[in-house]
């Protein structure tokens, strides 16, 4: 994590006109850190009697959205993997009436959105996207797998779609999901076998959900709370 918060800190320096220390653009980002992993609001900061008042931090974080930093360090990740896990998640909302919402499939009650992520054997988080709590996983595949070059992408049974299994095919990809019961086809000894490790995105998830601020979406705007699915994604 700590080497992550210096890549990011030189990154945002590279792209800066005006000279700014490298102790302090850390010092801001660990901050930031802390509001994501915490979820404490920005207006709190001040009880922790930091060096700058909070609204210096929340700015910086919003400078950081604006010149699409974080979005950047995300790209120069190698997307490089023979076989890729994806996966959505729910998000709850605190606030009502806010911008891409919608009501979830499993929580009608509540709105919120939709987080979908793409791994790597490895953990690796490739790449993700953020849409509308009753927007369907099979719209977001493509920005999911958005620069991804793997071979084989395992999925559950949302992905089950013959029209997209046989456009990434065109494209030298294989779509893996397990069929239904009603199904006259059936998953091969290979397929079971990489079916088995869904659980590895199922745990990425699960560690993305840890940081406060994305388990629960308090952002307003919609690019703010994507950009913190950005950074806890970078993070871990």
Not at 43 to 56: G, I, R, T
Not at 173 to 197: C, D, F, G, W
């Amino acid at each position: 994590m700590i080497k992550m918060i210096n890549k990011i800190a030189s990154y945002y320096l590279n792209n800066l006109k005006r000279k700014v220390s490298l102790e302090t653009v850390i010092e801001k980002l660990e901050i930031i850190v802390f509001v994501l992993k915490s979820g404490v609001a920005w207006k709190d900061l001040e009880l922790l009697n930091l060096k700058y008042c909070e609204s210096n931090y929340m700015k910086f974080y919003y400078k950081l959205v604006k010149l699409n930093i974080i979005d950047e360090m995300l790209k120069k990740i190698n997307k490089n993997s023979n076989v890729c896990f994806i996966d959505t998640t729910n998000i709850r909302n605190k606030h009502e009436k806010k911008e891409s919402i919608g009501f979830c499939p499993q929580d009608k009650k509540h709105k919120g959105n939709k987080v979908s992520l793409t791994v790597s054997e490895n953990r690796k988080v490739l790449n993700c996207c953020v849409d509308k709590g009753s927007c369907h996983d099979t719209k977001m595949f493509y920005r999911t797998i958005e620069n991804v070059k793997c071979k084989k992408i395992i999925g559950d049974k949302g992905y089950t779609s013959k029209e997209i299994k046989e456009t990434v095919k065109e494209k030298g990809i294989e779509l893996i999901y397990p069929y239904k019961r009603n199904s006259k086809l059936e998953n091969n000894k290979e397929e079971n076998e990489l079916l088995k490790k869904r659980h590895i995105v199922e745990n990425v998830i699960c560690n993305v959900k840890k940081f406060k601020r994305i388990d629960t979406r308090y952002e307003r705007n919609i690019d703010y709370f994507i950009n913190f699915v950005k950074l806890a994604c970078l993070l871990i």
